[in-house]
């Protein structure tokens, strides 16, 4: 299993798929990966089976949890339970988040 990781190339990756978000690790007990968004672009994910954290490395905008709205800034560190609804939106600038979930990226 690899056991180093250079953030820039999974940004590269996110930046030329279809999807706004890239697992690089995903096992039983930990998945860890990307997210970005654009300016104005969807946040279109629905709740998780498992706990997850998302630390935020650039950008600016809202995360909405359970209907409250949360700052999004640069080194902010965010913690949502499984089965909550949330999702970023009305970001300005290129959003990028690194996220862990507390179980396998299913």
């Known amino acids: 299993m690899k056991l180093d ?3 820039s190339s999974y940004l590269e990756k996110v930046k030329k798929s279809s999807s706004y978000f890239h697992t ?3 096992r039983d007990s930990l998945a860890v ?3 970005v968004l ?3 672009e969807d946040d279109t ?3 998780h089976s498992s706990d997850e954290v998302y630390y935020v490395i650039s950008g600016d905008g809202f995360l909405r949890i359970k209907n409250k709205d949360y700052v999004v800034s640069k080194d902010k560190l965010f913690f949502v339970a499984k089965d909550v609804e949330h ?3 009305s970001n ?3 959003l990028k988040v690194l996220y862990f979930f ?3 990226d299913d």
Request: no cysteine; proline share 8%.
């Open 102 to 104: 507390g179980g396998p």
């Open 5 to 7: 990781f250079d953030l």
């Open 24 to 26: 690089f690790i995903n």
């Open 38 to 40: 654009q300016s104005g």
């Open 92 to 94: 300005s600038s290129e």
């Open 45 to 47: 994910q629905t709740p």
């Open 87 to 89: 999702h970023f939106h």
């Open 33 to 35: 990966g990307l997210l």
